[in-house]
């Protein structure tokens, strides 16, 4: 860790003395850097042309345990603003703001834009980061970032506030329609053989849950006691879905539809974001509307 700091003051020094303080892009355009997809969906949504915004998680890429490059670093300390998520996932950002010693960097880290949920990893609580699977929170880190867009480009805040309202109105198009499936059933539990990122939006939406890992354990296997448990659920209820995560190992879930017949679909929380949907230019409403389809049948 000594070693990464190090590397990371001194890549700021480099950037500082070079003359790169400056964060304005060539073009006149703000430059904003967020950690990864749901950041900078809704980062894009608000700035629209007004901005050029990097993503330092590639596409498909696993925020747990990322470790930037050196570009990620400079881009960091030469940007106009920094979002991340916040909490234990994105330490690694701290470190970077830590070692940038750059004060008048604007940062929005999101989970501090909404009420967050107590998550339990093994025998640790802690706060879930998971935060913009719930479409109501989406809507509040979409104005949080209208908010400190217009604070740092003041003469664009109309454009910003325009904006922002018609993404939110997709938001809560969206919120309306998976509440309109949600609502009118007399199923209320979801079956994950997979991990379980999707805390807010269960609460949102009144759901429940079991899953083969607690919340987004880092076990890498599934207890074969847990399963057994899935297995016997999923018979006793009719459960006719077993979701997996989006770019996710599916052996658990196949295991349990050979045992029950259900079917395996994937659930999407935009945890992460295949290549050819961020090529496409999928946005978050995009993809969490695929779930809408998926949740009239799980909840059938």
């Known amino acids: 860790m000594k070693k990464i700091l190090c590397l990371f003051m001194a890549l700021f020094m480099i950037v500082s003395l070079a003359g790169c303080s400056e964060s304005a892009t060539e073009n006149n355009k703000l430059s904003i850097v967020t950690a990864s997809f749901p950041e900078y969906d809704f980062a894009r949504a608000v700035a629209g042309n007004l901005a050029e915004i990097k993503m330092l998680i590639p596409p498909a890429g696993e925020v747990h345990g990322y470790e930037p490059t050196v570009s990620d670093v400079k881009a960091v300390g030469s940007c106009d603003l920094f979002i991340y998520t916040g909490g234990e996932s994105t330490a690694w950002a701290e470190d970077i703001l830590s070692s940038a010693n750059k004060p008048e960097l604007s940062t929005i880290a999101t989970i501090e834009c909404v009420d967050n949920l107590i998550s339990e990893d093994g ?26 867009l217009s604070e740092i480009s003041p003469e664009n805040k109309t454009v910003f506030e325009t904006n922002s309202k018609a993404y939110c109105e997709k938001l809560y198009e969206l919120d309306k329609n998976i509440r309109t499936v949600t609502q009118n059933t007399d199923k209320d539990t979801l079956v994950f053989g997979d991990r379980f990122p999707l805390a807010y939006f269960a609460e949102s939406f009144s759901l429940k849950h079991k899953s083969a890992f607690s919340g987004c354990s880092e076990d890498t296997e599934a207890s074969a006691s847990a399963i057994a ?10 459960i006719p879905v077993v979701f997996v995560n989006e770019l996710s190992n599916t052996s658990i879930a196949e295991q349990i539809a050979n045992e029950t017949g259900a079917q395996v679909m994937t659930f999407y929380s935009c945890h992460k974001i295949s290549k050819d949907d961020f ?5 978050y409403v995009d993809i969490m509307s695929r779930n809408i389809e998926s949740l009239k049948l799980a909840l059938k």
């Open 229 to 238: 448990d899935l297995i016997d659920f999923v018979k006793e209820n009719n």
């Open 123 to 148: 025998h640790k609580a802690k706060a879930d980061e998971h935060i913009w699977t719930s479409p109501q929170n989406a809507i509040l880190i979409v104005k949080a970032i209208e908010a400190k």
């Open 279 to 283: 090529e496409n230019n999928q946005t």
